[in-house]
């Protein structure tokens, strides 16, 4: 999320712009209110919320936690 636009007109997890949307999400983090625009941004939100409250680029933080999430392939049995 850039500084120059308000924490409630952008998704702080995907940047989307939230702008006239209906049913956006808000989280509280150490006294600051992020908006989030989807169940999946909120659940990314929670697992990281110092990342994103400190205005690290988001795509590098979504991009590690979708990683982490992903299915892993066993090995051989």
């Not at 712009?17 to 999946?40: K, M, Q, S, W």
Request: glycine share 6%; hydrophobic share 35%; aromatic share 6%.
């Amino acid at each position: 999320m850039s500084n120059a636009e308000s924490p409630d007109t952008t998704c702080a997890v995907c940047d989307k712009d939230l702008t006239n949307a209906t049913g956006v999400a808000h989280i509280y983090h150490e006294g600051r209110r992020f908006a989030l625009c989807c169940p999946v941004c909120v659940q990314l939100f929670q697992r990281a919320p110092a990342r994103f409250a400190s205005g690290e680029r988001p795509q590098t933080i979504v991009e590690e936690l979708v990683s982490d999430l992903k299915w892993k392939q066993p090995g051989p049995l």
